[in-house]
């Protein structure tokens, strides 16, 4: 079975960085490329950005570019996202998610983690 | 940069009843077009993916149309467990993944 286990829920301070991971199984961990999606609460969906295990090329959307990092360590199947700077409107649910390797980067999402709430007050 | 839109915000109808939900592409994306649902409280699950494909398990009642910048959703009798926040995507360009802003399906 394809899942995608992510770490606890996170309590951080404003300007305090935050590092979530996402445990991959069932799959080959460099044949797909790794999504994080964030959704703050009672809103929508926000693509954040991308990594291809495969290589370790990251895009990230305009709205993150310089305070969010993402990582894979493929020895051990885990994407990790990292971001500085916390706000409290960072305070939102985090998501990661495989998505097939497109060359336009994106490609339908499927599945995603069970999502790790960031608190940051 | 694409620019999907949802309609309507939100949708009442009574449990049997058809729903017909909308998504709008700002410019062409082919049929390159998904489909999630999401409970509260839980992770967005894919539905439909080129436009019209049903993912493996999920029932016959949700059914995906449309193709350039149109596009509909529809669930043919509504269950109990339907009702959900409903969420397109395009994935014909990227980055960035755009995603509509969701469609919430409530009991009427």
Redesign the interface.
């Known amino acids: 079975e394809v899942q995608l286990v992510q770490s606890g829920a996170e309590v951080k301070k404003p300007g305090a960085t935050v590092r979530l991971s996402c445990k991959a199984s069932g799959y080959s961990f460099t044949d797909y490329y790794m999504?994080w999606?964030r959704q703050a609460p009672g809103k929508?969906?926000?693509?954040m950005?991308?990594i291809n295990p495969a290589n370790g090329e990251t895009?990230?959307?305009?709205t993150f570019q310089g305070r969010v990092t993402i990582t894979a360590d493929t020895s051990a199947d885990i994407a990790y996202m990292e971001m500085t700077s916390l706000r409290s409107d960072d305070t939102a649910v985090y998501?990661c998610?495989t998505?097939a390797r497109?060359a336009?980067?994106?490609?339908?999402?499927?599945?995603?983690?069970?999502?790790t709430l960031v608190t940051v007050s | 940069e694409i620019v999907m839109t949802q309609s309507p915000g939100t949708l009442s109808v009574s449990p049997g009843e058809r729903a017909t939900l909308s998504c709008r592409a700002s410019q062409s994306i082919n049929n390159?077009l998904?489909w999630?649902q999401q409970k509260f409280g839980?992770?967005?699950?894919?539905l439909i993916?080129g436009a019209s494909s049903r993912?493996p398990g999920i029932p016959a009642r949700f059914s995906g149309s449309g193709s350039g910048t149109e596009f509909t959703l529809t669930i043919s009798s509504l269950q109990s467990e339907d009702f959900a926040v409903y969420?397109c995507?395009?994935?014909?360009?990227?980055?960035?993944?755009?995603?509509?802003?969701?469609t919430k399906v409530e009991i009427k």
């Open positions: 999504h999606v929508g969906l926000e693509w950005g991308l895009v990230y959307t305009e998501h998610a998505g497109r336009s980067g994106a490609s339908p999402l499927d599945p995603w983690g069970q999502g | 390159n998904a999630y839980q992770a967005p699950r894919l993916y993912v969420y995507q395009q994935y014909n360009y990227g980055p960035p993944v755009a995603f509509g802003q969701g």
